[in-house]
Structures are given as structure tokens and as C-alpha cells.
């Protein structure tokens, strides 16, 4: 009876395994369908592709896969690197005659989180590692953290080509109030609610001229 309680239990695990990863390969499937309409329908081109985060620099579009919205440079407010994980012990020989019981650094999610202004997506995750992984003496480690630095330099840059865009006009502007201010004074508007994001986000591109 043991046996056959074991067997079964086998079974139904073996079960739920195949349909998880059934779950996960249809969900795959479909984000992929997804980005690649939205690629198709808007005649975009990727020149950056760092995990599931696309950028296309000549038309200055950024979008995520499975994500069915094409973003803005200035959707952007800010953007940040997270790690989760702890610490696991290490038994090794080597580490038990150096350091008796010895600690090594270990992580089980490593992700780069965008904030944007846009309502329906207010944090995007481009996920880099989404299973536990030891820091040190890792490749996986080191390729996804080299990844996420290399995104976050893409983000820096595009962030900053947002001031400058802004400067910019507001340099050529003859009017004594400046573009950067008139967008400073319909965001306190929004900030307040007098005004929608619809609105707010209309203005700004008048007042950048895209």
C-alpha cells in the first residue's frame, strides 16, 4: 500500500510538472505573438534587446515583450537595479579548513524595474534571473548582472536625452516662460488634478515640439 501511495503521489507530481511547463511554454508563445505584432504593425526595428526589454533607437521607441504598448522615451520617471536572496552555507573542504563553516552569497531574482507615466503600466519588470543562483563563482551571475548594467546605461542614456531635448527648446524659445517651465506648470496642474494625463502629455509634446 505504501508503495502504491508513493507511486501515485509520483505520478501526480510528474503530473503538475507537464502542465506547469505546458502553462509556461503557451504563455511564452504568446508574448512572443504579441511583440512581434507589435513590431510588425508599427514598422519597428530592434537595435537593443537586453532580456525582455526592446528598444528601437531610430524611431525612439522602447517596449517590453508580452507587453502590448509601444512606450516613449519620456514615459520614463526613473528606473532602479533589485536583487532578492540571502545567504547559504557552504560546506565545502577548502572552505571548512579556511573558515570553518563558511557563508556564500546567494540570489533567487535579479531585475531591473522601470517606472513610467503611463497609467495602465506604472512599474515594468525586465527580469534578468528568476531562480536561485550563487553570486560568486557564477557565469550566470555575472553575464546577468553585466546585462542589467549594460540596461541601466541604456536607461541613463535615454533619461538624459530627455533634459537635453527639454533644454533644448527651452533655449530656443523667445517667450519669457520657457518650454521646461510651462511643463513644470501643466505638471503641478496634473499633480493637482485640474488637468488629466491625456491632457498633460498633449501639452508636453506641443511644447517639445514632437
Not at 563558511?102 to 515594468?124: D, F, N
Request: proline share 1%; net charge neutral; glycine share 6%.
Amino acid at each position: 500500500m505504501f508503495v502504491v501511495i508513493c507511486l501515485l503521489l509520483l505520478g501526480g507530481a510528474i503530473a503538475l510538472v507537464v502542465y506547469l511547463s505546458n502553462i509556461s511554454a503557451k504563455a511564452s508563445a504568446n508574448a512572443k505573438k504579441i511583440t512581434e505584432n507589435l513590431i510588425s504593425e508599427n514598422g519597428l526595428e530592434v537595435t537593443t534587446k537586453i532580456g525582455t526589454f526592446m528598444l528601437d533607437e531610430n524611431k525612439k521607441k522602447w517596449f517590453i515583450q508580452g507587453v502590448n504598448y509601444l512606450f516613449e522615451y519620456d514615459d520614463i520617471i526613473d528606473f532602479k537595479y533589485s536583487e532578492t536572496g540571502g545567504q547559504i552555507a557552504n560546506a565545502s573542504v577548502a572552505s571548512r579548513t579556511l573558515y570553518g563553516t563558511a557563508v556564500t552569497s546567494q540570489i533567487s531574482g535579479m531585475s531591473v524595474v522601470i517606472h513610467t507615466r503611463v497609467p495602465q503600466y506604472p512599474a515594468l519588470y525586465v527580469h534578468l534571473i528568476l531562480h536561485t543562483v550563487a553570486k560568486t563563482d557564477s557565469m550566470l551571475y555575472r553575464l546577468s548582472k553585466a546585462n542589467a548594467e549594460t540596461l541601466i546605461a541604456k536607461l541613463t542614456q535615454i533619461t538624459a536625452d530627455n533634459t537635453n531635448n527639454i533644454s533644448t527648446v527651452a533655449n530656443n524659445n523667445n517667450n519669457n516662460n520657457s518650454a521646461a517651465d510651462e511643463i513644470a506648470k501643466y505638471k503641478s496642474l496634473l499633480d493637482s488634478g485640474a488637468i488629466t494625463q491625456d491632457e498633460y502629455d498633449k501639452k508636453k509634446k506641443e511644447l517639445l515640439g514632437i
